[in-house]
């Protein structure tokens, strides 16, 4: 293992992980609801009387951010995407992706992050997992082909 | 209608925090991963971050029975480590190792017009669609 100094970003990076921590904290406290991607945008798809209205809304904020963030973040924060991926991997990482975190009841955010904030070992196996494939499937793909 | 401000709002400050940390950059997620190669710990603070903040809230949470504007606090009640868990983390993990993208940075780059972001967030809607139709069976939506 090397530290790759050059792309290391703690203040940022503790920065931002903040402002996750924050957003899941006002969702539980003032919507009463876990802030979990997977499980909010698969609500969209099999849609239920009365439980659509703040999944949109939420939506329409994330999508929001990236307009926002040219106007409230320092400009030297705010990194275009590099997507190193080819199309094909693309396809087959959404489909692992989708497929997987509602078969797993979570992704990042509801597992990750509030998971883990409210101490279940649910999650933290959830987690590890995820993490622990996540490790071995960039090495796969870096190191072994 | 002030529900629906406060998610938007909410969703708009976790879109930002997305941002700021570096995740919805896929290539700074894929150096996060690659610990066997040049690693990039920048994530770990990510999660850190979030992590002291949450813990908090959540303790709190936990004490309530009602959320801060009167309605349901919706706590997750399935605390069973299951194969469903594990099983669709690997496939979960697997994917990010892939790509570089979880759900909501996805939907944050499809936002911000890139292309590939697009396509992924098509085929994670197909494949939370598929399992939506194998049948959530034993499983519990989170």
């Known amino acids: 293992m090397t530290i790759d100094w ?5 203040w940022q990076s ?3 992980g903040i402002l996750l921590g ?3 904290s006002a969702f539980i406290l003032f919507n009463g609801r876990i802030l979990g991607i997977s499980g909010i ?5 099999s849609p239920r009387s009365g439980d659509v209205g703040w999944r949109i809304a939420f939506v329409l904020g994330i999508a929001a951010a990236p307009f926002v963030s040219a106007l409230v973040l320092p400009v030297d924060f705010i990194v275009a995407p590099r997507i190193e991926a080819a199309y094909a991997s693309i396809a087959m990482a959404g489909s692992l992706v989708g497929f997987g975190t509602r078969y797993g009841s979570g992704c990042t955010s509801g597992h990750g992050v509030c998971g883990l904030s409210r101490l279940s070992p649910r999650s933290l196996v959830a987690t ?4 622990a494939f996540g490790f071995l499937g960039v090495y796969v793909i ?3 082909i | 209608m002030q529900h629906r401000i406060s998610e938007f709002l909410v969703g708009l400050l976790f879109g930002l925090g997305l941002i700021l940390s570096g995740m919805t950059d896929p290539s700074k997620v894929l150096g996060f991963l690659d610990i066997f190669g040049l690693w990039d710990p920048s994530l770990a603070f990510v999660m850190g971050g979030a992590i002291a903040v949450g813990f908090f809230a959540f303790a709190w949470a936990k004490k309530r029975t009602v959320n801060f504007l009167g309605g349901v606090l919706h706590l997750p009640t399935n605390s069973q480590i299951d194969k469903p868990l594990v099983v669709g983390a690997v496939l979960f993990g697997a994917g990010w190792g892939l790509a570089g993208f979880c759900p909501g940075p996805a939907l944050v780059s499809l936002a911000s017009g890139q292309i590939k972001a697009a396509v992924f967030v098509v085929f994670m809607l197909a494949g939370m669609q598929l399992f939506e139709m194998l049948g959530r069976g034993a499983t519990q939506a989170q």
Not at chain 1, 6 to 10: L, R, V
Not at chain 1, 128 to 131: D, I, R
């Open chain 1, 142 to 144: 870096r190191h072994a």
């Open chain 1, 128 to 131: 590890l997992t995820f993490m």
């Open chain 1, 6 to 10: 050059i792309h290391f970003t703690p």
């Open chain 1, 22 to 24: 924050l957003a899941s």
């Open chain 1, 14 to 16: 503790l920065g931002g």
């Open chain 1, 41 to 45: 945008l698969a609500g969209l798809l």
